[in-house]
């Protein structure tokens, strides 16, 4: 038996920690964290551990299937293709580029060659039909980003190890890792001990979370109410003179509107609205400003609300006027080894509106709560071919139902995935996608996004089985069998062709055309940092990494993509949103429904993936609704009941298990659960863990800046069953 050890990082979550595999006779044997890796601190979780079950995962699919009535076939690569090419054509014929429609989910984002050849496929195709994740995610961060700073990805990075006042909003990194669009390894742990040496931790949530839990302070926020907490705390550094004097004048513009907008908003009036009393929010404030080093983050818990965008918005604002940004213990911009800002402003969609809503992209994509209506209502654009890479959206998106209800109408479904979920069901084709243990990556676009200058190549630890295909591959052979220019650049697909036939000529399959390309160009192209150009030797030549420098200040101004170099602390369409929130009173809970749905993920899940895992989830393969004992007495519901938890939209039955750790008024389902994991070989019932709560979400409420579903939002009714 041959045994091996491979040195990779884990491309689960950002966290991108080190890993030590050791692999038998092309067997993940073992999983360790690589103590060697010099970025990732030897940190490491039990989902990467457990990421070999995955590859051999029982109901993995290794072949294409094509559904035959109400079950599956397997099919070779060829006539795959070949079907869905020739399918996909007819119904452009009929409906136009825009009938062929992609949603991508988060693991797309861990594989930098699946972006990049989907939009390239996308492009081929002409298609504006594209959704993202995005939506029931990040796009606050996005357009907070683009309007502040320039450019949607110019994501701040933590300073975690300076900092000495931690302001944590609507995340919970205890279990999330210090992860969003931006990576700190081991972040909590890093914070903790900061801890230790004095620094203060105050974190923001509806729910005394692990994170919470450990903070000097806890702030038990009514949810969706960010926006008036910290526009409150905003208030009090403008009104007190607190500001940052010299980053209020020169690094932004448009301090002067934020004052008018504070001048116009009520302490009190915000701090009944956040329900957190307001000599504490005055003392929060106080105390960030003059902390040495001192940031807040702001995560999902804050994005998932209609007031997202604004409370996200504030946030970043709350770091500039304290002179947070740039500076140690604050937020820093780090430039990483290739220019990202720069590429994605080469690839940018062109502007585009969409059919029904009207709305715009965001970050390249439009919304997932559009999708449903686009594939049900006739007209020119109606989606009739949708391909589904990376994602789960019936699970992870709003009403679940109507999006599951309307993915059964398509007359093509394609999803590329490992196994077939929830949203996969109704699916015409199942494409086996590669898991990262089985791919090399650079994951170059994530340069950036790191808190700290650093490089490694993420390669493969086993061979992939024969029949399965990266994304990469599947969408440079479908833009060749539906004969559309790839990138959208003609002559593209010959260049393709000609680089296979050399390939096969000389027997040197490094020639054909794929990502590895880009890769290489990417380091060719690469900036110097502190210094030092990086090779592709010294690259492949350090397996555990390499930290290229010290983190950097001081780069900040340079690299905002805004026309003036400047931050725009008050975007005006931002400051009209708030005022529109201050005019109107406080949100009251419909006429019965009066609880709001929190949010919780699990350490040991991946949104909606992993819950199937075995070892993992020991505490139960199973997600409970949380109540606050008197919220539970006061409905005569004890712990281990069945209630039936139920909202306009939907309603789901679950166990209800009694902690005072939500705010009375919010009960708790964790998201990611009630997705079936099918058996499309053997037929054979599918597997399922708990129940999906966002078939209880309404689908047309999002916040209207970033097009975010207000999954944090949803009010619903309980009742013992
Ligand atoms: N209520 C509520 N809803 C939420 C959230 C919340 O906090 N609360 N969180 C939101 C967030 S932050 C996110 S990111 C989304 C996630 O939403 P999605 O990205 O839509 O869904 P995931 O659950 O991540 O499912 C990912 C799918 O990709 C597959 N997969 C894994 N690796 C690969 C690969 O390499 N290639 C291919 N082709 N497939 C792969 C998995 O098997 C799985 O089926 O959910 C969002 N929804
Ligand atoms: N173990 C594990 N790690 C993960 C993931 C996972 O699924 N499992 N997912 C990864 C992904 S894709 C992402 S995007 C990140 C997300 O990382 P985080 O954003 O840190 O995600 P959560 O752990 O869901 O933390 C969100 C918190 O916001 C709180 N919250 C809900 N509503 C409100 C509100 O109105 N105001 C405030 N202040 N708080 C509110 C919730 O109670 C919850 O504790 O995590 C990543 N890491
Ligand atoms: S925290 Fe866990 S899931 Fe995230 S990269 Fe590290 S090992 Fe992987
Ligand atoms: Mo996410």
Known sequence: MTSRTVHTFCRYCLASCGLEVTVEDNRVVKISADKLNPHTWGDFCAKGRTAGQVVEHPRRILRPMR???????????????????????????VGGPDAVAAYYGNPAGYSSSNLVFMNAWLDAIGTYNRYAVGSV???????????????????????????????IVGANPAVSAWNWVESVPGGWRRALARQKRGARIVVVDPIRTESAQAADLHLSVRPGTDWALLLAMVKVIVDEGREHRADCAELATGVPDLRALTADADLDDLASRCDIARDVIERVAREFASAPGAMAITRTGVSLHAAGTVAEWLGHVLNLITGRMDRPGGRRFEPGYVDTLRLAGLAATRPHTSRLAGRGLVAGAHA????????????????????????????????GARLDEALGGLDLLVAIDLVQRESHRHA????????????????AFTSGMHDEPYVQYGVKAVEPPDGTREEWRVFTDLALAMRRPLFGAKGFNGFIRATRWLAARTRRPGLAFGPHWMDRLIILTSRKVDGHKLTWRELTSNPHGLVLGPRQFGRFREALRTPDHKVHAAPAEFVARTRELLATSDHQAPEGFPFILGNGRRRHSMNSWLNEVPGLHPGGKDNEV???????????????????VYSPVGQVEVTAALSDRPRRGVVVLDHGWGSRVFDPLHGSAPDSYGVNRNLLADGTAIDPLSQTSVLGSVYVGIERI
């Open 137 to 167: 995610d990040q796009n606050a961060l996005h357009v907070v980003a683009e309007a502040m700073y320039g450019s949607p990805l110019m994501v701040p990075v933590s300073d975690v190890d300076h900092c000495d006042y931690f302001l």
């Open 368 to 399: 997932l709560a559009e999708l449903p209506d686009e594939i049900t209502t006739p007209g020119r654009g109606q989606i009739r071919a949708l391909l589904i890479n990376s994602g789960n959206p019936v699970i992870s998106g709003p009403d």
């Open 626 to 644: 949380l109540l606050h004992p008197e919220d539970a007495a006061a409905l005569g519901i004890a712990a281990g009941d069945r209630v039936r």
């Open 428 to 443: 015409h084709w199942l494409l086996p996608a590669v898991h990262w243990l089985e791919r090399d990556d650079l994951l």
């Open 67 to 93: 559904r035959v009535g109400d079950g599956y076939v397997e099919a070779s690569w060829d006539e795959a293709i070949s079907d869905i090419a020739q399918r996909m054509n007819r119904i452009i014929k």
